[in-house]
Nanobody
């Protein structure tokens, strides 16, 4: 089994930054791709970004392109999401996900492991 634990969420003002972390433990060798998703109240969970093992593939949702940066430290089994220029509409619970696939996809069904989520609230 694999456990994913997110951290770094919180309350910030619009325009500020946050950095989320997701630490993986357990059978981490089974994870190739990591991803970040988010879910706002009343909305479906949506893809934010993903990263393959080497970090060569890092797709982003259009809504965060140019503001968010995903990265990973394989030695620490940790993936990060640097979020800059935060907007009110970025408010959501952010989930870390792990996949056995080699390339990141935006589809929730492609991810085998999920964290519990961390709340990000952006205020005006």
């Amino acid at each position: 089994q694999v456990q994913l634990v997110e951290s770094g969420g919180g309350l910030v003002q619009a325009g500020e930054s946050l950095k989320l972390s997701c630490a993986a433990s357990g059978h981490t060798f089974s994870i190739n791709t990591m991803g970040w998703f988010r879910q706002a109240p009343g909305k479906e969970r949506e893809f934010v970004s993903g990263i393959n093992w080497s970090g060569s593939r890092t797709p982003y949702a259009d809504s965060v392109e140019g503001r968010f940066t995903i990265s990973r430290d394989n030695a620490k089994s940790t993936v990060y999401l640097q979020m800059n220029s935060l907007k009110l509409e970025d408010t959501a619970v952010y989930y870390c996900a792990g996949s056995r696939l080699s390339w990141p996809t935006p589809n929730r069904v492609d991810y085998d492991y999920w964290g519990q989520g961390t709340q990000v609230t952006v205020s005006s």
